[in-house]
């Protein structure tokens, strides 16, 4: 099926639901359909052949020159910043928006009661969500109220700094569950 950016997808398949030859072919072992697949591709003329090498190249031409101009996952790659970013911070953003994105566009689309499986993972995905959008932030600000109120005077570093390591330790260890949550749960990412 030869689709286009501009092709209607059901009017497309009603059609050709319409069209279809119900009437099927029997072959008596594989070795007969490899013959009569071969047979078909051997009698084809060269200007068949050429055709559709044309056509197919065309297809795909469009498409390469649409996704192009409108890439997939969209959403995902305004996440990336436009400059020097480490990896390690990539990779949160990353994982966190592919979370969002699920959560906010494609999550009601699923029964997530229907097995206990699927329910352990929507509770994983909501909690997840909370997590990214009201509890990191929260935590971040904390953080940096923890920098701004630093004691004064000559302490030991681990006196000194005691509220923020463990604001980083607590937003490190939250971030890593959820790493390693998406990481098992990777799976049940579609819909």
Avoid at 129 to 148: S, V
Wanted: with cysteine; charged share 35%.
């Amino acid at each position: 099926m030869q689709m286009f950016p501009w092709t209607n997808v059901k009017k497309e398949l009603e059609k050709r639901s319409k069209d279809l030859d119900t009437t099927g072919v029997v072959y008596s072992s594989a070795e007969d359909l490899k013959d009569s697949i071969f047979d078909r591709i051997n009698k084809m003329p060269w200007y068949e052949s050429l055709y559709i090498s044309i056509k197919w190249w065309f297809h795909d031409l469009v498409w390469d020159t649409y996704r192009f101009f409108k890439p997939c996952h969209q959403r995902i790659r305004k996440v990336i910043p436009k400059r020097w970013c480490d990896l390690t911070e990539l990779t949160l953003l990353i994982n966190f928006e592919i979370i969002k994105s699920f959560v906010e566009e494609e999550m009601d689309d699923i029964d997530w009661e229907s097995e206990p499986e699927h329910k352990k993972v929507g509770e994983w995905l909501k909690a997840s969500y909370k997590y990214i959008t009201e509890t990191k932030p929260r935590l971040e600000k904390e953080l940096e109220e923890a920098y701004n109120n630093l004691p004064k005077g000559k302490l030991p570093y681990e006196e000194k700094y005691k509220d923020v390591i463990r604001y980083e330790n607590t937003i490190n260890e939250l971030d890593k569950a959820i790493l390693i949550g998406i990481a098992n749960y990777r799976e049940f990412l579609w819909s």
